[in-house]
């Protein structure tokens, strides 16, 4: 058994965000319901957050495939509303995550799995489920996308972010640029 399970279901609001300069970000996820005292806060990975970002929108995607007749959801978002909101007091880092969607909800679901140490036991690992409107992942996602090109630069040569005082770019057999 999981030592906490949290079902955020629905979320009033849900986000992500950065703090602290490029290269030494701290990458969060975060979300409330309406009854929730404060907001249930997460750290997640730069690549965590691209990848959820992209898959939320492939997801959409493909949930407007499947069902033509369901709306839209607008691109379009208010930055000041997707930041995170003090107080950024994480429960724990996330080492899996996964999405899901509930069709009779019209509702994608947003699972967020503690990192399990090496001799850690999998079943005691923290859970916590985001269940957002499709509205709210179309935001997420977009959102996810701004905080993460928000960072270094990339190398257009090995993909690796620069930094600014230069880059040991391997494809150019290490000259800084």
Known sequence: MAR????LNPVQHITADAIGQPGMRVFYLQGWRETDIQPVTVIIEKVQLQTLATGLEQMLSEISRQNPSLPEPLAEFDEDKMRITPPVD??????????GYDADQDRIVILVREVVQEDGDPEEASV???WCNRQQARWLAGWSAQVVNRGRPICPQCGQPMEPEGHFCPKKNGHKH
Do not use: Q, T
């Not at 906490?4 to 079902?7: K, Q, V």
């Open 4 to 7: 906490s399970e949290l079902d």
């Open 128 to 130: 916590v489920r985001f």
């Open 90 to 99: 994480p429960l724990f880092r996330a080492g899996e995550m996964g999405l």
